[in-house]
């Protein structure tokens, strides 16, 4: 685990994870969060969609980005303030996806860092843009 201060991060700095969404998880997801939509959770539903077969909760998705702030950059100590998402593709059972957070910018004064965040699948195609603010830990955390 990371634990980057503000003052250990500039501009360009980045963290990513990836991810490969299974149906089991995605059901669990559902149980988990109460959302059973059918388009999710039933695959007889989701044929007759737009999406032609289940999909993933984007949310489940979004959550790499959680995983990236809360454990790489900048990492333990990080607290959460704010998210904006923007789901632009589906993902679909068996999709990797690569979420990426680049710092956009930092504020010193207020303590908090921006990120672009961009979730891209396995195919190079967008399926996620947004922003995230997040207040990094004022010094390293051990």
Do not use: W
Not at 19 to 46: G, M, Q
Not at 80 to 86: F, G, N, P, V
């Amino acid at each position: 685990m990371n634990s980057f201060s503000i003052n250990e991060l500039k501009v360009g700095d980045f963290g990513e994870v990836k991810k490969a969404f299974t149906e089991k998880e995605v059901l669990t997801f559902a149980e988990l969060t109460t959302d059973r939509n059918p388009a999710h959770v039933d695959k007889e539903y989701a044929s007759k969609t737009m999406f032609k077969k289940q999909i993933v909760h984007g949310m489940y998705v979004g959550s790499l980005f959680s995983a990236i702030f809360g454990v790489d950059m900048p990492g333990l100590g990080s607290i959460y303030i704010k998210q904006s998402l923007k789901f632009t593709k589906p993902v679909y059972f068996g999709d990797e996806i690569t979420a990426k957070a680049t710092v956009k910018e930092i504020k010193i004064d207020r303590n908090r860092v921006v990120f672009d965040c961009v979730a891209t699948n396995q195919n190079g195609d967008t399926v996620i843009v947004g922003e995230a603010e997040i207040m990094p830990p004022k010094k390293e955390v051990k």
